[in-house]
């Protein structure tokens, strides 16, 4: 059963550190996406990317965070300085970027800002 | 750009009796509507999805209904069993040249299936 795999699963640092989350798409597909999930706002898109190339990064703030797909392979998040405020279960997902071909999602990185 | 709104935000139910949750979008261009289901702690997961150029679609205990007209989309459980019981996320995307945008989710319904 292939997977989209996220590390770190936990990451507990302090503000202004900067913070990088990686994300293995499921082989063989060529979309990623980046969601972050709080209470308050639910699941929100940051980014995401179709054979490595950027096409939205809108929900992204774009001061601090940014995004990158430096092979077919991975995909990074990095939040520097990082806030309270950043403090989220951020998720990747993958999917085959076809007529509307269905996302799976990684078991995410849950980030703490203290 | 798309806006999802979903309701109840909690729905209770006796185990047995079926469960619908609703959801409503902005954006006509919208052919996309998945439904994901989440536990405490765990990945949202897709467990039915539906395009606009289908009315109804099931899967054993599940269906999805999808009104274009009305511009909303329902998830029906029947016969629900605890392990039912979780937060299901409804979302809606579109298709734009080489291949669907992402997702934007409604806030959740959490779903509690009474013994």
């Known amino acids: 059963d292939a997977r989209v795999t996220q590390t770190p699963r936990d990451k507990v640092t302090e503000m202004g550190q900067e913070v990088t989350m990686r994300c293995q798409p499921i082989?063989?597909?060529?979309?990623v996406f980046w969601y972050r999930q709080t209470m308050k706002q639910g699941l929100e898109l940051l980014a995401y990317?179709?054979?490595?190339?950027?096409?939205?990064d809108s929900g992204m703030p774009k001061d601090r965070f940014s995004a990158e797909m430096p092979d077919a392979t991975l995909a990074t998040l990095k939040i520097q300085p990082s806030e309270p405020r950043d403090s989220a279960v951020y998720f990747c997902?993958?999917?085959?970027?076809?007529?509307?071909?269905?996302?799976?999602f990684g078991d995410g990185t849950r980030l703490s800002i203290l | 750009g798309e806006n999802v709104e979903q309701h109840p935000s909690t729905l209770s139910v006796q185990e047995g009796d079926s469960a619908v949750i609703k959801c409503t979008y902005s954006?006509?261009?919208?052919?996309?509507f998945p439904w994901y289901k989440q536990e405490l702690g765990k990945r949202p997961q897709l467990i039915i999805d539906?395009?606009?150029?289908?009315g109804e679609k099931k899967d054993q205990r599940i269906a999805v209904t999808l009104n274009k007209t009305a511009k909303h989309f329902s998830l029906h459980i029947t016969e629900t069993q605890p392990e039912d019981s979780a937060v299901y996320f409804c979302?809606?995307?579109?298709?734009?040249?080489?291949?669907?945008?992402?997702?934007?989710f409604g806030k959740g319904t959490h779903l509690i299936i009474q013994p």
């Open positions: 997902a993958s999917g085959l970027g076809g007529n509307n071909q269905p996302q799976h």
């Open positions: 082989l063989g597909h060529n979309t």
């Open positions: 990317f179709r054979n490595r190339a950027p096409l939205d």
């Open positions: 954006d006509s261009a919208s052919n996309y």
């Open positions: 539906i395009r606009s150029n289908v």
């Open positions: 979302a809606a995307s579109k298709y734009s040249g080489g291949g669907a945008d992402g997702l934007t």
